[in-house]
Nanobody, 127 residues
Framework: QVQLVESGGGLVQAGGSLRLSCAASGRTFSRNPMGWFRQAPGKEREFVAAIRWDGDSTYYADSVKGRFTISRDNAKNTVYLQMNSLKPEDTAVYYC????????????????????WGQGTQVTVSS
C-alpha cells in the first residue's frame, strides 16, 4: 500500500518556525516530483512549494517565497518543508503530494497533476 505520511504540524506563534516532513512508504518516490499544498477552512487547496525529482529545482508560491524551503532526501524517501517567519494566514492543513511520472524535469503546480496524497497535518499560527 502506497502511503505519504506528513508530520511536524502544530501550534506556533507568529514569527515562529515549523518543519514538516513527508515520509513515503510502499514504493519509492525518489525519482518523482513532489510538492506541498495547503487548505484553509472554506478555501480551496492551494499550491505552496514543489521540488524536482533530483532536488535541483524548486518553486514557491509568492505568499511563502523567502520564508519556506522545500527539500528532499531521496535516500530516506522523505520530503521536507521548512517554514520560517510564520504568519496567521499560514494556518491550514498542509498536504504533501507526489507525481507518478518518474524522472520528470518539470515542476508541477496544480493539485490535479499529482497522483498521490498524504492525509495532511494541521498548522496553526497564533497572532
Amino acid at each position: 500500500q502506497v502511503q505519504l505520511v506528513e508530520s511536524g504540524g502544530g501550534l506556533v506563534q507568529a514569527g515562529g518556525s515549523l518543519r514538516l516532513s513527508c515520509a513515503a512508504s510502499g514504493r519509492t518516490f525518489s525519482r518523482n516530483p513532489m510538492g506541498w499544498f495547503r487548505q484553509a477552512p472554506g478555501k480551496e487547496r492551494e499550491f505552496v512549494a514543489a521540488i524536482r525529482w533530483d532536488g535541483d529545482s524548486t518553486y514557491y508560491a509568492d505568499s511563502v517565497k523567502g520564508r519556506f524551503t522545500i527539500s528532499r532526501d531521496n535516500a530516506k524517501n522523505t520530503v521536507y518543508l521548512q517554514m520560517n517567519s510564520l504568519k496567521p494566514e499560514d494556518t491550514a492543513v498542509y498536504y504533501c503530494a507526489a507525481v507518478s511520472t518518474s524522472y520528470s524535469t518539470s515542476i508541477y503546480l496544480s493539485p490535479a497533476e499529482y497522483d498521490y496524497w498524504g492525509q495532511g497535518t494541521q498548522v496553526t499560527v497564533s497572532s
